[in-house]
């Protein structure tokens, strides 16, 4: 079946704007998970949605981030008046409720934000 | 806070050689360990997970090993191939609030294997 997607796969944005990046999980995959990629960096979580319970957002960087999952399905990630630290690859994940210790993540292929 | 540190940073070997990657981990607190493995351009592919109560996992050419006591966790590549060329990265699954599983990644190890 389709993993799981992102879009736009490159985004380029100039300082102040704003800008939405979406997220598709594998369907029927209820917990979706936003990580960010610095160059240079390891990954670092954002952003938990499971079901319907509310989201963890203890990883978020700053209030100019902010992130929504309609209908438990697809997410997107907003970022405010971007700043130039910004800049980085944006994962998303899914998987499917984590009952146990056995959970694996499945990983879209991310967008690569640019703010010049 | 969990710190999850990988070494080396980068490795090169001829094809063919055996091959370790290390982890090591300052929170012995995890719900399990995965080590990922992610090509240019591309998300990750999860390779293998080892659950907090294991010791080791294998999958073909790959075995990881996990020892919470000493919070480090390997990655042994047998008989290396170029297309094993790519970055390897460890992640510590932690309880963050609820039931979420926050995933804590190293900065990874880019391994190329040279034909």
């Known amino acids: 079946g389709a993993g799981v997607s992102q879009s736009p796969s490159n985004k380029v944005t100039e300082k102040g704007k704003d800008v939405e990046l979406r997220c598709d999980p594998i369907?029927?995959?209820?917990?979706l998970y936003w990580y960010r990629q610095s160059l240079g960096q390891g990954l670092e979580f954002l952003i938990y949605f499971q079901g319907n319970s509310a989201p963890d957002k203890s990883g978020l960087p700053s209030d100019r981030f902010s992130a929504e999952r309609t209908g438990g399905s697809v997410s997107t990630l907003t970022i405010q008046r971007t700043q130039q630290e910004d800049s980085a690859v944006y994962l998303c994940a899914s998987s499917l409720f984590p009952r146990g210790r056995q959970e694996t993540q499945y990983f879209g292929p991310g967008t690569r934000l640019l703010v010049l | 806070k969990q710190e999850v540190t990988q070494i080396p940073a980068a490795l090169s070997v001829p094809e063919g050689e055996n091959l370790v990657l290390n982890c090591s981990f300052t929170d012995s607190a995890i719900y399990n360990l995965q080590w990922f493995r992610q090509d240019p351009g591309k998300g990750l592919t999860s390779l293998l997970l080892i659950q907090s109560s294991q010791r080791e996992q294998t999958s073909g050419r790959l075995n990881a090993s996990l020892d919470k006591s000493s919070g480090r966790s390997t990655l042994y590549i047998a008989a290396s191939q170029p297309g094993d060329s790519a970055t390897y990265l460890c992640?510590?699954?932690?309880?963050?609030?609820?039931?979420?599983?926050?995933?804590?990644f190293g900065s990874g190890t880019q391994l190329t294997v040279l034909p």
């Open positions: 992640a510590a699954t932690m309880f963050s609030s609820g039931s979420a599983r926050q995933l804590t």
């Open positions: 369907s029927g995959h209820t917990a």
